[in-house]
């Protein structure tokens, strides 16, 4: 799961689907490039793996939770992205994050993430394998979770307020 806002670079887990029968991609966000979308569905189509992928568009935030904790892995690999709240509503979900080592990206996930390095298909599938069994064998889904909370907004509006006071 993840969004088209990666600055055209989802195109990039297309070998990742197709060396993966067993799974499906859902793509959700806001579609600003038709062009790119075009083009994505049309690569699909020529390696044989259309029927397992889903382009959505934005979805409601019922939606997204429905998505995110059904979701077998989270999967962002942007190039161009500011703070990167998708990553840290999914880390709500407890699911591996696969995520660019680029941009603010390192930052969110820490120690918790898996991280491509590079978007050849060979490492993508290496660190994508090796991430899900790291996911299995250490049950990660808690320490996930609980790196989520530590971007509480509330929390940290709170922190920050108290700061702003003891200034005066």
Same mark, same amino acid.
């Given at each position: 799961m993840g969004d088209l806002n990666a600055k055209k670079n989802y195109h990039v887990l297309l070998p990742l689907l197709q060396n993966n029968p067993d799974i499906d991609?859902?793509?959700a966000g806001r579609l600003a490039e038709p062009d790119y979308v075009t083009n994505f569905k049309q690569q699909a189509e020529a390696m044989g793996i259309a029927d397992h992928l889903y382009i959505t568009g934005p979805v409601p935030e019922e939606e997204k939770a429905w998505y995110l904790h059904n979701c077998l892995a989270f999967v962002h690999p942007s #190039?161009?992205?500011?703070?990167g709240a998708p990553v840290v509503e999914a880390m709500n979900f407890g699911k591996p994050l696969?995520?660019?080592n680029r941009t603010s990206l390192p930052e969110i996930g820490g120690n918790i993430a898996f991280y491509f390095s590079s978007f050849e298909?060979?490492?993508?599938?290496?660190i994508y394998r090796e991430g899900m069994q790291?996911?299995?064998?250490e049950n990660m889904s808690v320490a996930i979770t609980n790196r989520g909370k530590e971007f509480d907004w509330e929390?940290?509006?709170?922190k920050y #307020?108290?700061?702003?006071?003891?200034?005066?």
């Open positions: 991609m859902v793509i #190039l161009a992205k500011g703070f696969f995520l660019s298909p060979e490492q993508m599938q290496m790291r996911y299995i064998n929390k940290n509006a709170i #307020l108290e700061v702003y006071k003891s200034l005066y």
